[in-house]
């Protein structure tokens, strides 16, 4: 019996060196003067000022969670709809609709971003579809929108089915009871069903918020060059320019931002669910 | 009965436009593999020269030979390790399995490239080439956690005396351990399997910081060759895409075959 208690001790190892330790480099990188030794390190909030400092960067940093917070809430809108109609499809279709969605998130999130680029594109099947009518060319590629577009394909699935999961497990009494006490539909929703599907959006937002602030492919990709967000500027500090400590700032910078995100869907979830609660 | 219908209709249309909206990128790529124009909007005939373009592209070959590579050990070793350290978890006490399970989640819910420059600043101290070795440590890095995430809630259910009763009835630990813990949770292990194998195979973020000297994936050769209109890329996807889908229905198949054979056999 005890004896598998040992089976643990390897990835304790394992863990440390190949986790613990690189997260710890990140923020020793962060804190640190370039160029130390073991033996001589400097402790210095230089990195951190020269990202606050430079205008150039905290537009990076707005535009980056303005996407992000746009692509959270666009997730919620498109999302919810959805989950609420698969919630009312019979059992064996439910499970249907959602393998159909769960699919496309297991093929490789690049090619599919790639794929939109076709679809976008000057001469590609929307402008074509458009020039039939006599419109455009648009310019769609390498634009906030192509980007945000990029965003919501790659991870509206997620929101979806953690809203979906909170639907389904709904005891539909509620609904009954709601009827019976006399609220209309549209009351119903709003006082019955939307807060108890609140834990869903919540978790939602954190799968969605955290992969769109931190993407730097997806900018890349369908926003052309010139779109920067705050994952390209720490792709160019590593593999470009080679400033760790400054890469590692940024990083920590965005992990900051994460968790405040984190933060305040949680506060809300509590806010809302109280009162819910008390009417 | 009106309003019934209308509901009808709407829930119709909003599932036809978010099914259409997830896989048209998907069917795009696929049909446009075929094309025999570089154009991305007119499908002017069917032809195979993307697909001969990429079998002649000695770089695009050497990267879909790493990506099966690296999957494949990958998820070997991490649903092995995983499977070990689960069960080796299950049976720890309360403190260390708290903080194990922290250190567990912090890849799973880091971002990606976060883990990724922590890596990439690890591996470059300890001067370990940047390449095949890195890619592959990554890999079972990001993979375990996953695979005790999958294993874990089997564990949990797991009646503790079937254990003890093995063990009372002479068998070994290690028998106990395989003939009787593995095949109770052996469908957390597949499904762990499963995420650990398109994990790995679809990575790109992590690998594009920690590979070098010419090691790349697929995804890694995507990102690079997108700079300029580029067909091929249509065919890797597709490629992609067929060994994706075909990964996911054999593991959706295979259970199912296998429980058609357990009734018949309990039927018999």
Avoid at chain 1, 38 to 44: E, K, Q, S
Wanted: charged share 15%.
């Amino acid at each position: 019996m005890r004896g598998f208690r040992s089976m643990l001790y390897p990835y304790v190892v394992w863990s440390f060196i190949m986790i613990v330790i690189p997260m710890l480099m990140i923020v020793v990188y962060a804190f640190t003067k370039e160029g130390n030794s073991v033996t001589n390190i400097l402790f210095t909030l230089d990195n951190f000022k020269s990202f606050f400092n430079d205008t150039v960067f905290i537009e990076v940093l707005e535009r980056s969670i303005f996407i992000a917070v746009i692509t959270t809430v666009l997730c919620i809108l498109l999302g919810y709809p959805v989950a609420y109609v698969i919630a009312k499809l019979k059992p064996a279709s439910q499970v249907t609709a959602v393998l159909m969605i769960t699919l496309p998130t297991w093929i490789n999130m690049l090619v599919r971003t790639y794929a939109w680029r076709g679809i976008l594109d000057k001469n590609g099947l929307i402008n074509s579809i458009l020039g039939l009518f006599g419109i455009g060319p648009i310019k769609i590629l390498e634009t906030g929108f192509a980007v945000i577009l990029g965003m919501v394909y790659n991870f509206i699935p997620f929101m979806i089915l953690q809203i979906y999961n909170s639907l389904s497990k709904m005891d539909p009494s509620y609904l009954e009871a709601a009827a019976d006490l006399g609220a209309n539909k549209a009351k119903t929703f709003f006082k019955v069903t939307l807060p108890l599907s609140l834990p869903g959006i919540i978790s939602g937002i954190t799968l969605v918020f955290l992969p769109a602030v931190s993407s730097f492919f997806i900018p890349k990709l369908l926003g052309g060059g010139q779109y920067m967000l705050i994952g390209n500027v720490i792709e160019n500090q590593f593999l470009t320019t080679g400033k760790w400590g400054f890469g590692s700032a940024i990083s920590m910078v965005m992990a900051v931002i994460i968790l405040i995100a984190m933060y305040i869907a949680r506060y809300i979830d509590k806010k809302l669910s109280v009162k819910g609660g008390l009417d | 009965m009106k309003q019934k219908k209308h509901r009808y209709i709407f829930s119709k249309t909003v599932l036809a436009l978010t099914m259409v909206f997830f896989y048209l990128p998907i069917i795009y790529t696929v049909i446009f593999s075929f094309n025999d124009s570089k154009s991305l909007s007119k499908f002017s005939g069917f032809s195979l020269q993307w697909y001969e373009k990429m079998f002649n592209n000695s770089d695009l070959m050497d990267a879909v030979f790493y990506t099966i590579m690296i999957a494949v050990l990958a998820t070997i070793i991490s649903t092995i390790a995983g499977t070990f350290t689960a069960i080796g978890l299950s049976r720890s006490n309360k403190v260390l399995r708290a903080v194990m399970e922290q250190i567990n989640d912090l890849p799973v819910m880091n971002p990606d490239i976060v883990t990724a420059i922590g890596l990439l600043m690890f591996f470059s101290s300890l001067a370990i080439k940047k390449g095949f070795v890195t890619l592959l440590l990554s890999h079972i890095m990001f993979c375990i956690p996953f695979v005790i995430l999958s294993i874990m809630p089997k564990l949990r259910s797991l009646d503790p005396n079937i254990l003890d009763a093995a063990l009372d009835l002479g068998c070994t630990p290690a028998q106990a351990l395989i003939k009787v813990i593995v095949p109770q949770i052996s469908s957390g292990i597949l499904s762990g399997a499963l995420i650990a194998f398109t994990m790995s195979f679809d990575d790109f973020v992590i690998s594009y910081f920690v590979t070098g000297n010419g090691v790349n994936n697929i995804s890694i050769m995507i990102y690079t060759m997108t700079k300029r209109v580029n067909p091929t890329i249509n065919a890797v996807s597709t490629l992609i895409i067929a060994i994706i889908t075909i990964v996911l229905v054999a593991a959706n198949i295979a259970p199912a075959i296998k429980g058609k054979k357990d009734t018949a056999a309990d039927n018999g």
